[in-house]
């Protein structure tokens, strides 16, 4: 939690991702993470469309969140989204701002994709 804490605290929002995994009391909803994890896709993509950025993160105290918003059990929160504009690097710790500035790459199709011949 600590490495994202450096950073996310000057996020302009934090957005708690909650699944709620039952459709009612008799019913589980096996769908709830992947339709979650469908509205922070789109909601990500929609952001960057407005000029802003997002950054999913998995380290957060679920039960602090859930305690905090006073979910039920049949609620859980799945990631936290950052939402905002970027800051300046140089305010990032050493490094924080050596990984900001550093090149990216993407790994090639082959790694991502599985084909059965």
């Known amino acids: 939690m ?3 804490k ?3 605290d000057t996020a302009s929002v934090l957005i708690a991702s909650v699944a ?4 009612d009391e008799t019913r589980e909803n096996p769908w ?4 979650l994890g469908q509205a922070v896709a789109h909601l990500s993509i929609q952001a ?4 802003l950025h997002t950054h999913q993160m998995g380290g ?10 006073n979910l039920t059990e049949d609620q859980t929160v799945v990631t936290v989204t950052a939402l905002g504009v970027l800051g300046n690097a140089d305010d990032l710790t050493a490094e ?22």
């Open 6 to 8: 450096a950073w996310a």
């Open 20 to 23: 709620k995994l039952s459709i």
């Open 96 to 117: 924080l701002r050596e990984r900001e500035v550093a090149p990216r790459s993407c790994k090639p199709l082959t790694e991502l994709l599985l084909v059965n011949d």
């Open 48 to 51: 960057q469309h407005d000029g």
């Open 60 to 69: 957060f105290d679920g039960a602090a969140i859930a305690a905090a918003f």
């Open 32 to 35: 709830a993470r992947y339709d």
């Open 2 to 4: 600590g490495f994202n």
